[in-house]
Nanobody
Framework: QVQLVESGGGLVQAGGSLRLSCAASGRTFRSQAMAWFRQDPGKAREFVASIQWRDATTDYADSVKGRFTISGDAARNTVFLQMLSMKPEDTAVYYC????????????????WGQGTQVTVSS
């Protein structure tokens, strides 16, 4: 059974930074890509960033480009999201996702999901 566990969420002031971590467990599990999504209450879950392990290709939503950085360790199925210059509109529950296929900006492109970690940015 594959489990993803996120950590690192919390409360930060506007302009501050946070680093999220996600580790996937499962003895034989090897992902091809991992990603971060976020969801505000009452809104649809939205893509934040993804990383394709075979060529380290990354992709970012326009709203976070230049402020957030996704990185990780494919062998350990671990992914990070470094968030800088944070804004109140970054407030959301952040979810880690993993797939055995190519990276995607779509939720349906990911088979495995974490439970989410709350990030709150105060103004």
């Amino acid at each position: 059974q594959v489990q993803l566990v996120e950590s690192g969420g919390g409360l930060v002031q506007a302009g501050g930074s946070l680093r999220l971590s996600c580790a996937a467990s499962g003895r034989t599990f090897r992902s091809q890509a991992m990603a971060w999504f976020r969801q505000d209450p009452g809104k649809a879950r939205e893509f934040v960033a993804s990383i394709q392990w075979r060529d380290a290709t990354t992709d970012y939503a326009d709203s976070v480009k230049g402020r957030f950085t996704i990185s990780g360790d494919a062998a350990r199925n671990t992914v990070f999201l470094q968030m800088l210059s944070m804004k109140p509109e970054d407030t959301a529950v952040y979810y880690c996702a993993a797939t055995r296929h190519d990276a995607s900006r779509q939720e349906k492109g990911y088979e495995y999901w974490g439970q989410g970690t709350q990030v709150t940015v105060s103004s």
